[in-house]
């Protein structure tokens, strides 16, 4: 399988400051991935944002700021972290399943989940979801 690309925009959830974006697409990865000029770009301050350490695809951990950013694919938006390194922008599984999103092997393309074409399924907590049905009136006999 080829390289898959998506445009999308990204948007600082603090200060509302957004880029567009060409973003790779690593289903191997669960958080983004943008670069430092870029995070910046967008108004992040990395000295005051809080690190956490990754782990690199040659197995190495670093610790590396982390940025909470609104990711925004045609009209899905999805709230995720960002680790901020490397040299370009890409996408995780977080954000792709957070907008109901899947690749698409033989076009080479990000498209909706077949699946869930109006958009992703979101589930409540399991108390919240146990508590709505404790109120539901018993089936009648």
Do not use: Y
């Not at 610790?63 to 999805?78: A, F, H, I, Y």
């Amino acid at each position: 399988m080829g390289c898959v690309h998506v445009d999308i925009t990204l948007t600082n959830l603090f200060l509302k400051k957004s880029f567009q974006v060409h973003a790779l697409v690593d289903t191997g990865a669960f958080l983004m991935v943008i670069p430092p000029s870029m995070a910046t770009g967008l108004g992040f301050d990395l000295e005051e944002m809080s690190a956490r350490m990754v782990t690199l695809a040659d197995g190495s951990q670093t610790l590396r700021p982390c940025v909470p950013l609104e990711v925004k694919w045609q009209d899905r938006t999805t709230s995720c972290d960002a680790m901020v390194l490397g040299d370009q922008c890409m996408v995780g599984v977080l954000a792709l399943e957070g907008m109901g999103l899947v690749v698409d092997p033989v076009q080479q393309r990000v498209i909706p989940n077949p699946k869930h074409p109006n958009g992703p399924i979101l589930f409540a907590a399991m108390s919240a979801m146990l508590d709505l049905l404790s109120k539901r009136e018993p089936p009648a006999a």
